[in-house]
């Protein structure tokens, strides 16, 4: 059976964690505006449909990925892990759902107060009876095995987690037998310590964009980009791209690579 109540109170976080949840808690709209404009480079359609392009050919990414279960394995019943909880009527948990072959769909993420918001949306939508909305540090706390997952699914989410060797450890203990594991992640410099040649190179694109499509809500114009300090960037999220120049390493110990696209 599926709980009511998805969640119980517990130790409120403090310190660099409390920073952490109170920052994604408002994370739709940090990316989106709450008149529509989109703040965050990947939330642009045309973004969009280029990594879907990247990752499967043009295909619709879902079936692309399920693409990757044995002929033999049946396409009903699944149960799902989603690590990363999005805001919206439109995300990828919705679309999982939507694929009708999942009976039960887990969403894991550190932020309470968007789970919470989460899971109306899901129940206005007619979902919430096959979804659960669980409130986990990864950092600190293992996932939830319970019976495993035929699909665990991460979106820009991996690279906020330290504990790397542990997490990879328990998404091959969790998966059943033919399941898959997707990620779509960051694995670029830690810290996000781009190279000057990086650096160079994102301002010279940036100084061929025209000046309309380069202006935030306020109408003010980016024309240079830069590379944050390590302490500016743990300031602002301590633990934004924590390891992520390790992920796929650390992963390829835990987990057999059926594909990578890069």
């Known amino acids: 059976e599926i709980p009511d109540h998805l969640f119980q109170q517990k130790q409120k976080p403090h310190g660099a964690e409390s920073k952490i949840v109170s920052k994604w808690n ?36 879902l079936e692309h990925t399920f693409s990757f279960f044995p002929e033999n394995k049946k396409r009903s019943d699944l149960t799902g892990l989603i690590i990363g909880c999005n805001y919206g009527k439109d995300t990828s948990q919705t679309a999982i759902i939507r694929s009708n072959i999942f009976k039960e769909l887990t969403v894991i993420d550190i932020a309470d107060d968007l789970l919470v918001r989460q899971k109306a949306l899901t129940d206005e939508l007619e979902f919430g009876h096959m979804m659960n909305f669980e409130c986990l540090d990864l950092n600190k706390e293992s996932l939830p095995k319970k019976d495993g997952y035929d699909f665990i699914h991460a979106w820009g989410t991996i690279h906020h987690i330290e504990r790397l060797e542990g997490l990879f450890a328990e998404i091959n203990d969790a998966l059943h037998p033919n399941g898959i594991f997707s990620m779509r992640e960051y694995i670029g410099p830690s810290y996000l310590q781009f190279t000057d040649q990086t650096v160079d190179l994102v301002n010279r694109i940036l100084s061929t964009i025209p000046d309309h499509l380069k202006m935030d809500e306020h109408g003010r114009i980016k024309n240079a980009s830069w590379r944050p300090t390590r302490d500016e960037i743990i300031t602002d999220d301590p633990s934004e791209a924590v390891r992520s120049d390790q992920i796929l390493s650390v992963a390829e110990k835990y987990l057999n690579v059926l594909a990578c696209k890069m």
């Not at 989106?32 to 280029?50: H, I, N, P």
């Open 26 to 61: 408002q994370s739709d709209t940090v990316y989106v505006a709450r008149d529509g404009f989109k703040r965050y480079w990947e939330t642009l359609e045309e973004v969009w449909r280029y990594q879907v392009m990247m990752i499967s050919g043009g295909k619709c990414y």
